[in-house]
């Protein structure tokens, strides 16, 4: 049972340049949510996927999209990446439906724009 | 919008000393609070999930609190040892699918 997991861990990009940061898990949740973690800014929602088909906005989607492959798959695409993008990108997933809510996190992918 | 707030921001004691973790939210209407565990580098992991109807949750040596009317949680951890040092994050969930975070506390345990 491999939980959350993400690939890549880092990735150099320049200013300009696409790409997918993937998320996948094998608890068989039924919602995944992508963040990213800035200093001092704590973690933010970027996008969420309520459920397989689903996908909604967070606190701050400009610059993304996503995609929610199948139930355990979930993608992040930066079409045109700039500077302020440099961050750790965090997926999480959770089984809604159930008394418990608790989220589960992946490992994070380091992202640098130049 | 709801603004999560931890203090303080970083904290140092001896091992062995007991100690409190602050967090405070300005929404009380929540449908749970969760206290997560940052080491350097490394994704989070969850310590204690606390639902609204709950007051406190706890797990070996850690304690957390809840007062809802408040605004406030508070994590207690006992006993501290140095493989306790890291951040520790607060989020609460406002609504089915959000989970608002503070900026954590880094904690530093002196062996």
């Known amino acids: 049972n491999a939980g959350v997991t993400q690939t890549p861990k880092f990735q150099v990009l320049k200013t300009g340049q696409s790409m997918t940061l993937q998320c996948a898990q094998d608890?068989?949740?039924?919602?995944m949510y992508w963040y990213r973690q800035d200093p001092g800014m704590g973690l933010r929602l970027i996008y969420y996927?309520?459920?397989?088909?689903?996908?909604d906005k967070g606190e701050v989607p400009n610059g993304y999209n996503v995609s929610r492959l199948n139930k355990r798959e979930f993608s992040l695409r930066l079409e045109s990446a700039a500077p302020s993008q440099t961050s750790v990108y965090f997926c999480?997933?959770?089984?809604?439906?159930?008394?418990?809510?608790?989220?589960?996190f992946g490992p994070g992918t380091r992202l640098t724009v130049l | 919008k709801q603004e999560v707030t931890q203090i303080p921001a970083a904290l140092s004691v001896p091992e062995g000393e007991n100690l409190v973790l602050n967090c405070s939210f300005t929404d009380s209407a929540i449908y749970n609070l969760q206290w997560f565990r940052q080491d350097p580098g490394k994704g989070l992991t969850s310590l204690l999930l606390?639902?609204?109807?709950?007051r406190e949750q706890t797990s070996g040596r850690l304690n957390a609190s809840l007062d809802k009317s408040s605004g406030r949680s508070t994590l207690y951890i006992a006993a501290s040892q140095p493989g306790d040092s890291a951040t520790y994050l607060c989020a609460v969930r406002p609504r089915a699918n959000n989970l608002f975070f503070g900026t954590g506390t880094r904690l530093t345990v002196i062996p």
């Open positions: 996927s309520a459920s397989e088909g689903t996908t």
């Open positions: 999480a997933s959770r089984l809604v439906g159930t008394g418990w809510n608790e989220q589960f």
């Open positions: 606390i639902q609204s109807s709950q």
């Open positions: 608890m068989n949740h039924n919602s």
